[in-house]
């Protein structure tokens, strides 16, 4: 038996017809006995479940679907009674391209006026580069602006003048030099000023002169789900070398002792910069691509496994006086990972505070060695002889006696130099 006869058999017709009267008896009084057994459901909230935009699209189709087939009905009977069209069709599709027109231009001016006030109340930039990327930014976006509301108007307008009508005859215009060489020419003029403006800028944040007199804090930050690891300096003012095959339970960054640049580093747990002093962070990652993120400072750099990265900047606006600016007493600059780097990707977040000079260097002396008694062990270093009688004594409390003893070290140090 072919399909057809198939599904036009009276029999399969009455079994089928039987089948889901059974059928949805069954679960009618499926759905009786829950209802009685379980609390009614909640409806209010159904509006935001995605299964009901997507019910309320197919719903929407269905009806322009059979607004279409009455249309079409109505065609065709006309068409069988011998009368003229009843709707001309290409002044219908001008019209909308009309309304297109018009609804979208309106788009346009309710995007920058309600969320482009976004761009005006926008923080100051709180970087000397900032200043830079913010004009770079506001350029671009009129000029493209600009283009876009001119091109829309022509295309829509175009396609309303020009609409098909039996009274002229569509004119064949194959080709026209001088309106390919105008928007050949005019583009590639317009894109390579912002290419150059960008270049220009880029160059001036990452290719500096070093001031003898005024040289760069170094920072590094090292990246991984979803951490960011913050380890300053000691006295030496210099970060000491690290490498991934050093990585243990108890040197989770796989710092290099043999480096004595590392002996005296500090491990901290949040980033605290001076003020109109430049800082050069150097970049890294333990485990995926992460992206270094500081929007109030217009800093944002990949952090890259293999790879060490590096960027340098002056803030110039303290916390307190953002602070202030903001009208926010709760304000703080944050660090970010603009990068979707897995589940926990939201909360890589690390406080930044720019404080003045004095307030950094007093916070710095508080912070805790990297080297701890454990590490100095491995590394077959000499454990400070101030540690030596508390691990005697009290072995489990080796390592915070050991990380104590260092921090006084370090903190002579700092405060002589």
């Known amino acids: ?53 997507v019910l309320l699209f197919l719903l929407l189709c269905l009806f322009i679907a059979i607004v279409g087939k009455a249309l079409r009905v109505y065609e065709l009977t006309r068409e069988t009674q011998g009368k003229p069209e009843g709707i001309n069709w290409n002044t219908v599709n001008a019209i909308i391209f009309a309304l297109f027109l018009v609804v979208g231009l309106y788009g346009v001016y309710w995007e920058y006026s309600v969320h482009g006030t976004m761009i005006s109340h926008m923080h100051e930039s709180a970087s000397e580069h900032g200043h830079r990327i913010d004009e770079m930014f506001k350029l671009t976006l009129i000029i493209t602006t600009i283009v876009f509301v001119l091109t829309h108007i022509i295309l829509f307008a175009f396609a309303y003048v020009y609409r098909a009508s ?8 194959p080709h026209n030099n001088t309106i390919e060489k105008i928007w050949t020419i005019v583009p590639a003029l317009v894109l390579t000023l912002l290419v150059l403006k ?9 290719y500096k002169v ?8 170094s920072i590094e ?23 991934y095959k050093l990585i243990t339970a108890i040197n989770g960054l796989g710092v290099d002792f043999n480096d004595k640049n590392s002996l005296d580093d500090l491990i901290a747990d949040e980033i605290v910069l001076p003020v109109n002093k ?15 993120y500081m929007p109030h400072f217009r800093v944002q750099l990949n952090t890259v496994p293999g790879m060490t990265s590096y960027f340098e900047f002056t803030p110039t606006i303290t916390t307190d006086e953002m602070r202030t600016k903001l009208n926010d007493p709760k304000f703080n600059y944050l660090l970010l990972c603009a990068k979707i780097c897995g589940a926990n990707h939201y909360n890589m ?32 270093l000499p454990i400070p002889v101030e540690a030596a009688p508390a691990a005697a004594e009290a ?13 006084n070290t370090n903190n002579q140090l700092a405060l002589k130099k």
């Open 166 to 173: 039996d009274k002229r005859k569509a004119y064949y215009y």
């Open 1 to 53: 038996m072919s399909l057809r006869k198939l599904i036009v058999n009276k029999t399969m017709a009455a079994l089928a017809v039987l089948f889901t009267v059974f059928y949805s008896g069954t679960a009618f009084a499926q759905d009786a006995a829950a209802t009685a057994t379980t609390k009614p459901v909640d409806m209010g909230k159904v509006h935001q479940s995605a299964l009901f935009y």
């Open 210 to 217: 070093e001031d003898p007199k005024n040289r760069p804090i």
């Open 395 to 407: 072995p489990a409390d080796s390592t915070a006696t050991a990380a104590t003893a260092a921090v």
């Open 198 to 206: 960008g270049f220009l800028t880029w160059r001036s944040i990452f």
């Open 349 to 380: 977040q690390k406080n930044v505070r720019v404080v003045s000079e004095q307030e950094y260097k007093e916070w710095l002396t508080k912070q805790t060695p990297y080297l701890t008694n454990d590490l100095r062990k491995v590394f077959k």
């Open 278 to 292: 430049p800082v050069r962070f150097i970049l890294t990652s333990k485990d995926v691509i992460h992206s270094f």
């Open 221 to 243: 930050v090292t990246s991984s789900q979803f951490v960011w690891d913050i380890r300053y300096p000691g006295p030496d003012a210099v970060v000491g070398k690290k490498n």
